[in-house]
């Protein structure tokens, strides 16, 4: 079983889900189409896809098929997932789980994947009961009403409080996953790293990323004309006319302010002296060279690969460290620097308080600070 991708001028248009005979899953794939319908990204497609394919692999593996699926089958997914092995390399430095012993190394699927799958296997399924396809009356992820849930102080009240229909809900199958922190970079090392880059192109897009909060697809997807230089913003707006499928996050159009002297100043450099002159495309950052690709936009595989090479060539490369780290840092700068929540969720451009919320937690810093003042007044 195999997840194909249909393109059309290099961008994924379709997303298809084929046995090991190359014939299409139909439900599976009607599924992603009705996804593509609403708009979802190449990626979002992508991820859906991959993760139905643990679902109708254990399907076959048990024997079972997929209207029969039911709650007590939900629950031998999860079995299954937790002893699935990983087939990607671990992309963060830390613990990770063996499976199958010294004679057999290899890490398991990690909480925050298995739970991954099961929301998109609950999704699955409420389409499927929404279109009429699935012969349950109720879905087989089931979900309860979590009233602990709505007493936590860091979850987001709708606006009309105990009044509004809303209800915390959380589904009965899942994983506990640990609470990861963004971890931002030092300022050693970010003045290491910038003063290192030997391209104006290159210096823009990560002051961006740094100065503005833009996430990297973002950055690579601006316009000329997005950049207002007199009053010193950027407009952030939803496209996917990129050659290379790089498109932003977000579906909201925000605008940025960016007052950081540095980080305008270099974008204006590169785009009167180093973006090629003869250029047609709209997008601001483009590829210089004499190579065939020259005047296309920049992709978001070379700014990964300009981002690690120089980390790596500095010793400074971690698997924290990559481009959307320094959103990270401005995000934290930002709210250690007293910037309101609200405000914060605006110009980063989530679309939900919860996002947010992870800057808000106490940094390392601010707690080494405070533990430092306390130790002085019991001295």
């Not at 593509?36 to 979002?44: A, I, L, Q, V």
């Not at 692999?57 to 098929?65: I, K």
């Not at 990270?328 to 309101?340: C, D, N, S």
């Amino acid at each position: 079983m195999q997840v194909l991708k249909e393109r059309q001028g290099g961008i994924v248009r379709r997303v298809r889900l084929v046995d090991d005979d190359g014939e299409p899953v139909g439900p599976a794939c009607r599924f992603l189409d009705h996804l593509g319908d609403r708009e979802f990204s190449p990626h979002t497609l992508s991820a859906y896809a991959y993760d139905l394919q643990y679902l109708f692999t254990f399907l076959r593996s048990e024997g079972l098929d997929w209207q029969g699926f039911r709650s007590p089958d939900a629950l031998r997914l999860l079995a299954f997932l937790r002893r699935t092995p990983s087939r990607r390399p671990a992309q963060r430095l830390g613990l990770t789980v063996i499976a199958g012993g010294a004679s057999a190394p290899g890490r398991l699927l990690a909480p925050s994947t298995v739970n991954r799958i099961l929301a998109a296997v609950s999704s699955f399924y409420d389409w499927a009961i929404v279109a009429e396809e699935y012969d349950g009356e109720t879905s087989p992820m089931q979900t309860r009403l979590d009233p602990a849930l709505a007493r936590v102080p860091a979850r987001h009240q709708p606006f009309m409080g105990r009044a509004s229909r809303q209800q915390p809900i959380r589904r009965t199958v899942t994983v506990k996953q640990p609470r990861r922190l963004p971890r931002p970079m030092d300022e050693p090392a970010l003045e290491e790293f910038l003063g290192g880059l030997k391209r104006l192109r290159d210096l823009a897009v990560f002051l961006l990323m740094l100065d503005g909060g833009l996430r990297p697809g973002e950055v690579l997807s601006l316009h000329v004309g997005d950049i207002s230089y007199g009053r010193r913003r950027v407009t952030v707006r939803k496209r996917d006319d990129h050659p290379r499928g790089v498109r932003g996050k977000s579906r909201t159009e925000r605008v940025v302010d960016v007052h950081e002297p540095r980080t305008l100043d270099a974008v204006s450099r590169y785009v009167m002296h180093e973006r090629p002159m003869e250029a047609t495309s709209p997008f601001v950052f483009l590829i210089g060279g004499d190579g065939l690709r020259r005047l296309e936009p920049l992709g978001y595989d070379a700014v990964v690969r300009l981002f690690s090479r120089r980390m790596a060539k500095l010793g400074l490369r971690t698997p924290e460290t990559t481009p959307h780290a320094l959103r990270h840092t401005h995000a934290t700068a930002m709210w250690e620097g007293g910037m309101r929540e609200l405000a914060l969720q605006k110009r980063l451009g989530h679309a939900s308080p919860e996002s947010t919320k992870v800057y808000t937690r106490v940094s390392d810093d601010a707690v080494l600070a405070e533990y430092t003042r306390a130790l002085e007044n019991n001295r």
